[in-house]
């Protein structure tokens, strides 16, 4: 392991605080990095609960005040964990102050936010301090695998992308009025939330944009009791109701710019469906499966094999050759969900220490972020088709 | 079984000649029927074709003129599996003699030719004259019993409705122009094909119709070597190209007039899919899945049940307590394809000699032509929202 | 299809006499056959019921005494599906009156009495009468495409054989006592019954016979009540109860000939596994996977693919390259249970035209008998190793 | 968090000595122990890489004679990961120092060596220190949640225990020579290494001890490739051959006490298993089923349920309500191999912060070592039964 060692300051400690902080506590044990994390503080407003969360995730200090946590001179890295709303201005006061920034995505509540944002960061590209945006399904091995089949060339010509992401945690209509179901704090419901990683997923997969979309949206519960915090995925219901103001599913059917059609759907009332992405791609040469429900395999049909013995093969992503798995355990044991973020630390802290930006950038949490917009626009006029900012196929 | 016998004419020998051939063989010997029926002729262009069909499929004449045959005496039931540009002709002219019709689906290539089918066979019902389209895949025993458990309000209110309908038998650029490819024969590609079985499968399991589609459609082969012969789902290459007159692959999203939305796509070019169809419905209390590969077995999600052994239960629909089952084997021992042919002989013979409505009647038939039309008007008006026409939910 | 006919007669007409008719029925519909079957007469002992069936099941014409049947004349193939303790004087004696003979399994229910029967039949064919005896499984196209991979050499040198066959519909201790419950009529109990499909199956498609078991066996339920009839695999309960004679469940390990190790298990007490014929088969180069509860697939590992998209691939085994599938439904349109015994008609009529003799053969039969012969005989001696008679490999 | 804190000291850092590290590592943050654990040594014989050892897997300190580590007065408790013919001395001379032991399993290499530690664990645990042997799968959520279900009664009275540990990583006759593969120092092969693991597994599900065995087992390749290292599941070829001295694959059938039958398989030559632990077990009220493959579900059968709508549920182990799951992700959030043993040095910590004694205990270990050793009796006594001695059913 290298010498250098950077600071990191963490904003928010729930579940994206928790699931970065196992990341960065894990990668360097398992990859050779060439720069070493060092997890200075995390930033919330409630100094006791920022220092208990500190303490049992492993954090050296605490903030309370997220300015005061990018200003200090031992951090050089901040990760942004809280709500979408807070994305911008956090990202933008921290890239200005020469900080790297990884931001949990959206990236954004609105377009206009992002635009900021990248701007931001492409200023501060320009004095080598760096930016990512936290997809962290793309280092989900099975998807990095299904990327690296696709940017071969295995598949042919791509022609159908098909996403699903399906949960089911609000489909009990007493569920309360948290963070996530209100507009002006999530920007969005289901679209934003788990709709952007299939959005971003899917194309990173197929190495190509959406170049225009035709959506519908749906508030199936339109009034919820407020809780009594505001904070988490879960919450008790205090007295009172309130207006959800996010959509509670989102369809979306596209085009990308290489002639694919696309057909995805997000949604928190799939009841029985717990966190199941479900991505399938169909080329001309064979097609993919993937479903993170099973995330550790990855479906793959090869349309050159004979018909005697032609099918779906089951790969099970946990060979030393599949992407990231030289670092764990032998074939047959598999990751968990957690490993996608010990992934993203390592590529991140890489690319920190060879001078390379990392990616998902922000110029891709911006495009992502029109997609989301583009689906909101369609579904307000009769689901009439959006058409997109045209960009060049994404590098392999 | 009962004494009366009727005698059956049918039109087309192919693939769907095939399979209800095999049904009307066998329903009586499984099923304990009020008509027995007569596998009288079987009608064809080529006489010596026709006749070795006969011979082969269990017919005791023939025909080469539809009008002939329906005008025989010793025939009071015509099934109808030509082409869907033939449809329209022959089973107006079938009702207006008279006889009974069962018409594979799609009923008609146009919703013009199926408002007058409809139109001639609500006039036959006032004489007792019977029809019903063919829409063999809600006699699969895992549908019928999706149908059975959402009509008994098992899932509550439905909120998705998931379909896909999924093959690849056209992927190669090299397969020829056969008539299903062919806008003037086949109406439209794989929308009509295997699109208008996921609409009638999912309305018949929710028990609810499309209120409104935004729809896509493409070609992505847009020539094809002539055939050298023009029926069948496959052919050898003849001199020459043309063009390929129907869609490839149609997508469309909608709303149900109960307020669940909708996901559909039907497509010819997912590799490795060979008849998956994929139908997945949640509701406020429970979820069902199905796919068509695995077509024995029925995946049930109850959201009352407890989170420490709740989840999907793979029901093995081979029990006699399951619809159509207790005409077969003992439970494990699976049925095929052909059987949902069987069964649907079995429901029309049994719905002609009780003299009620078998169902689906051309009125559905129609509705599904209607659904389809929307489909293609949105993606010829970039997607934008059709209404359909309003109807009351189908009786359960 | 040729000009030949052949008469059949039936004895028996439960289970496996309703089956077997419906593959007489449909044989020749799908198959071109030097012969063609013409269902003569069935025999049972009760006429009236006897008559129904025949009614039912396409028969014409009915027998009560089983030697009535041998004797006519427009009979020339007996076709056995009454309860093995009948078995060999039924056979013998058919095959003595110079007609061909297709006896379900198992061959009888004592080694002795197979070998009676083997004798007979070795007779038999010195003057072109032949038998063969219905394991029916191996005309599943699945387990034949098994055969046929194994055969070309595609998993190299076999070293495991697993096979379970699984029920539960005795779980149930108020079940009644019905005849496969009984010693004296069935032999023995899931060893013979279902057991014994799976001793034939691997061997068939592992080409090699066992060569030694080690076994264990079981009655769970010790006493049932008096049945109120004694046909059939359900019956109503009488009064009284009686002692269960044979085991519900079996278990044994072995070694095949060439050096595989075998691990077999057949029970009826598998709760929630209604069919489950899985056998897999691990050989030097490659691996095998099938499950009769998705009888249509069978899963294939090739060792000498990459680690990276290495894996088992889920075959759907409908294409027109695989066994017995040029004659039915385009790809992906599933077969059922029943097309195992239409396609041993098949063969069975081919085979009777073409002057060769049927497999699998009574020698085969009682070859499966001495196997389960040695695995009662090791579970009453402390599970010590019993020793097979040699045989050579089967032929391919 | 308490304030108690314990200095563990490990020997061997290669596979298990990693996934050991992750789990000190990372317990502390995830469950809320009574006891805090320091990394404080880890022991190997090279000064240098064992020293590489301790920073890549965050241990503080290293020592090279396992004596020293014992005698360390910062160190309370000796995490034993080197191979099993190190395992008795180790662990008596740390218990007799009055350390904990954690030792990682099979116990012991023969039963003489467990009994002799079972007889220091015994003396040592009335001075309060404590002792634990580490089969890491009853950590398995799945796993832990199946022995809650069987414990509470919901599969009835247990008829049948199939299990099969299925891996690959030998198949190639050029593998090397390891020390796995060396009897004196692996003891046996994939009986020790890999059917302990099932041995011990469905024991602690079904809460009842294995009574008798009947076994077989087989050496395929006889001959390997002298290895250039001798630690790891994998290493280079150098010159010469050597006799493989334990068991490829080992396969035994056995009786549970309570009256249920065994059926086991563990073999490191099942081409494309990688890890495919199976465990399914049936009782006279349901059944359950699991696969490694699979972690995260486990599938029940409730023999309760209707015909209708019964079957096999897929269990997604990720509910707050399921063992281990509320320390880690929202449901759907998939865990992996690793968290096993998180969730063994969890629960090690707790018990040690309460003052009881940790399970397995060495008693289990010895009682697996007991039915490794009647196996391999069996299989050189021509699988003739095994009587084990009798104990009573494991304390729920």
């Known amino acids: 392991m290298g010498e250098k060692t ?15 902080s196992q990341a960065w506590r ?4 398992f990859f050779d990095l060439p720069v070493k994390a060092r997890m200075t503080a995390i930033c919330g407003r409630d100094r006791d609960a920022t220092q208990a969360a500190a303490t049992r995730l492993g954090w050296e200090g605490v903030e309370t005040d997220w300015r005061a946590l990018i200003a200090r001179d031992d951090i050089q890295l901040i990760d942004i964990c809280s709500p979408g709303d807070t994305h911008a201005e956090i990202a933008i006061a921290a890239l200005a102050a020469g900080k790297h920034v990884l931001c949990e995505k959206p990236l954004a509540n609105t377009v206009a936010e992002a635009e900021l944002m990248v701007g931001a960061a ?39 992308v098909r996403a699903q992401y399906l949960q089911d945690w609000i489909i009990d209509p007493q569920f309360p009025l948290v963070w996530r179901l209100q507009a002006e704090r999530a920007g969005s419901g289901a679209l934003g939330d788990i709709g952007a990683h299939i959005v971003d997923a899917t194309q990173f997969i197929v190495g190509d944009h959406l170049a225009g ?11 919820r009791p407020l809780p009594t915090s505001s904070s988490g995925l879960s919450a ?5 109701k309130g207006a959800v103001t996010v959509d509670d599913a989102a369809l ?25 992405i479900r991505i399938e791609i169909n080329g001309s040469l064979g097609s993919l499966a993937f479903d993170f429900e099973a995330m550790n395999e990855l479906h793959l049909y090869d349309g050159r094999s004979s018909n005697e013995t ?35 630390i390592a590529d991140l802290l890489t690319d920190l220490g060879n001078d390379t930006d990392p990616t998902p950038s922000f110029e891709d949490g911006l495009q992502v972020q029109q997609v989301l917009a583009a689906v ?19 590098a392999a």
Chains 1, 2, 3, 4 share one sequence.
Do not use: D
């Open 310 to 344: 032609g099918g779906f093969t089951r790969i099970l992503v946990t060979e030393p050759e599949h992407p990231y798995l030289r670092a764990w355990w032998p074939p047959g044991h598999l990751l968990g969900y957690e490993h996608s973020f010990t992934h993203e």
């Open 122 to 160: 492409r200023k501060a590209r320009t004095h080598g301090v760096r930016s990512m945006v936290g997809f962290n399904y793309r280092r989900v091995p099975a998807i990095a695998l299904a990327r690296k089949l696709v940017g071969e060339g295995r598949l042919g010509e791509i022609r159908h």
């Open 252 to 276: 979306f059917i596209g085009r990308f710019h290489g002639g694919a059609l696309g057909s995805f759907e997000a949604t928190r009332f799939a009841g029985g469906r717990k966190n199941a």
């Open 236 to 240: 008790g219901a205090g007295g009172g």
């Open 6 to 20: 950077m600071g990191v300051g963490m904003i928010g400690y729930a579940f994206m605080g928790a699931a970065h």
């Open 26 to 29: 894990s990668a360097g044990h």
């Open 213 to 223: 979309v035709s959506g519908l949206t749906e508030t199936f519960v339109k009034e």
């Open 376 to 394: 909101t626009e369609s579904a307000a006029a009769s689901s009439h088709w959006q058409t997109l900012p045209t960009r060049a196929r994404t």
